[in-house]
């Protein structure tokens, strides 16, 4: 019995000494709290946004995609480069979170202590200075909503301006998309014959909106002799404000015979002809 108890205490001992990992080291934490995006309101537009994460690199190296606001451990001693970039969930999907590459990063030195905090309340970003902003339209610029129109096909009442303040998402006017048991369809697109986009380019349609009932965001094709439509996503209702980042890139580079586009938006009457409402605002056509 003296010599079983002796061989489980040995046991014992032996492992809490494997257990023991003297390479183990103790992180320092990166806390991170949210972001602020900063725009030129008369070249780039307004500044809302929707990040989700925060994507940070430690001297060029990626150490990990948090969720904000994050408390990131960080196995790291000393002075480092950190660069933090600032994280969509692309195409407003929660499995394609993406670093938006449109918006710059933040770079900053950070001396990482291990067993000790270092707070970021606010990291900061902006557009990059050299994109191509195709379109943008914010429906303040004039009475008729500026650069915007209706295709032929539904009559002009079906897409109004509304200027209630308690359904516009900023400044005095946003886009209102309106169909009833009368009206069954509005289809509107951008002026003019269309845009010329780059392929192989990072190309994105950003937007705020809300509605009451699902509508398409797509592509129109301007052809030579006809148009192609190109629907790109389906969104469903939403009853409060939302910011959106939609991805063209891969319908640009799959339509390789079109030689310009349109961006265009869809909403059918409901079943049985209720009234189906959409408000739009802040619309910008971006590439890189």
Partial sequence: MKYLHSLLLLLLVAFVITSCNPDEREPAYLIINSVSVSSNPQTQGSN?????DVWVYVD??????YQLPARIPVLEEGTKNVILRAGILENGISATHSAYPLYNSDTRSINFIPGQETTIDTFNVAYFPALIYTWYEDFEKDAIGGGFSLS????NN????????VDVFEGVRCLKMKVDGTNYVADIETNGDGYVLYRGKDIYLEMNYKCDHEFTVGLR?????????IPVLLFNPSYTWKKIYINLSK????????PKFKVYFYLSTPPGGAEATVYLDNLKLISN
Wanted: with cysteine.
């Fill in 158 to 165: 079906l897409a109004p301006l509304a200027t209630d303040s």
């Fill in 60 to 65: 060029n190296q990626y150490l990990g995609t």
């Fill in 48 to 52: 809302c946004s929707n990040v989700k």
């Fill in 251 to 258: 319908f640009v580079n799959s339509n390789y015979d079109v």
């Fill in 221 to 229: 094709g301007m052809l030579a002799n006809d148009k192609r439509n």
């Fill in 152 to 155: 032929p096909e539904p009559n």
